[in-house]
């Protein structure tokens, strides 16, 4: 069964620092996203993307984040100068162009700010 | 602004009995709303979904039912097995594709 990928799994970078995280969405989805979820907190939206574009962002998603689909399969989230705040569990998710609002997540990568 | 609540951050149940997870909304604009388990460390899985239009879905043991006027929606389990035990998230959208909104989480526990 076709799934979301990330890479990495856990990343750990000091304060100030730009951090990539990367996913694979699945093939035939249309729609893509990113979410978070700090330590004992509801998973968050940040941003979505369709048709190399970004649809929609929350509050949280400023200036110091970009995301980006470079090539046909990868989908990016860069965080470019990284605060403790930052730290959390980063999930990727995609969809289908029709469906009954289901999203499928990744695995997620943990970032650790330091 | 809480726009999904789960109201009950845990529940225990015995194997083999009925899990019945609830769920409140307050935006009458969402279409979709979901049902997602969490093992720690891991992703959100979906696990079953329903439009506005219908009231009840049902996939083998899991069915979400759906009361518009009252704005709530419920995830009934049956029978339960340990292998449940996880925490669900209630999710609600815009549309097929929007964003989707996260309640907190239910901790279910299924005691063999």
């Known amino acids: 069964e076709p799934e979301v990928t990330q890479t990495p799994s856990h990343q750990v970078t000091q304060m100030g620092q730009e951090v990539i995280l990367r996913c694979v969405p699945i093939?035939?989805?249309?729609?893509f996203y990113w979410y978070r979820q700090i330590l004992g907190q509801k998973v968050e939206f940040l941003v979505s993307f369709y048709n190399n574009e970004i649809s929609e962002k929350s509050e949280i998603f400023d200036d110091q984040f970009s995301v980006e689909r470079p090539d046909g399969s990868n989908f990016t989230l860069k965080i470019r100068s990284t605060k403790l705040e930052d730290s959390a569990m980063y999930f990727c998710?995609?969809?289908?162009?029709?469906?009954?609002?289901?999203?499928?997540f990744g695995p997620g990568t943990r970032l650790t700010v330091l | 602004d809480q726009q999904v609540k789960q109201n009950s951050p845990s529940l225990s149940v015995q194997e083999g009995r009925i899990s019945i997870l609830n769920c409140d909304y307050t935006n009458s604009m969402f279409d979709y709303f979901l049902w997602y388990k969490k093992y720690p460390a891991e992703g959100p899985t979906f696990l079953i979904s329903?439009?506005?239009?219908?009231d009840k879905n049902e996939d083998g043991r899991f069915t979400v039912f759906l009361n518009k006027s009252a704005k709530h929606l419920s995830l009934h389990i049956v029978p339960s097995q340990p292998g449940d035990s996880a925490v669900y998230f209630c999710a609600a959208s815009g549309t097929s594709y929007d964003k989707v909104i996260f309640g907190p989480g239910t901790s279910l526990s299924v005691i063999p």
């Open positions: 093939s035939n989805h249309l729609y």
């Open positions: 998710a995609s969809s289908k162009l029709q469906g009954e609002g289901e999203q499928f």
């Open positions: 329903i439009s506005s239009i219908k």
